[in-house]
């Protein structure tokens, strides 16, 4: 099991940005996808990005393309979320989340589905205000 830690949520004005962070501890990192699934009050759990055990390999939700980033560094056992342009539509919970590589690359788990992921954080609250 990887344990997972994210920080740096909070509150910002919309077109505003925020980094959020994500240390993982437990295992090897680098054996591990990542991704972001955030939640806002009275909806399911939405994928937000995704990256390969690399960081070769990047994914993200259509709604998010060209203003969020998502990053790794395997050195320091810690994944980023670069949020840039922030609306009022992307406050939520944001869920740091690991999946094994094999997972990904042997079975051919779904990375956009919040349901491939085994190991998830605490949560980080993102409050985008109009």
């Known amino acids: 099991q990887v344990q997972l830690v994210e920080s740096g949520g909070g509150l910002v004005q919309a077109g505003g940005s925020l980094r959020l962070s994500c240390v993982a501890s437990?295992?090897?990192?680098?054996?591990?996808?990542m991704g972001w699934v955030r939640q806002a009050p009275g909806k399911e759990r939405e994928f937000v990005a995704h990256?390969?055990?690399?960081?070769?390999?990047?994914t993200y939700i259509d709604s998010v393309k060209g203003r969020f980033t998502i990053s790794r560094d395997n050195a320091k056992n810690t994944m980023y979320l670069q949020m840039s342009s922030l609306k009022p539509e992307d406050t939520a919970v944001y869920y740091c989340?690991?999946?094994?590589?094999?997972?990904?690359?042997?079975?051919?788990?779904?990375?956009?589905?919040?349901?491939?992921?085994?190991?998830w954080g605490q949560g980080t609250q993102v409050t985008v205000s109009s």
């Open positions: 989340a690991a999946v094994h590589r094999v997972k990904i690359e042997y079975y051919n788990s779904d990375s956009k589905s919040p349901r491939t992921y085994d190991d």
């Open positions: 437990g295992r090897t990192f680098s054996d591990y996808a």
């Open positions: 990256i390969s055990y690399n960081g070769d390999i990047t």
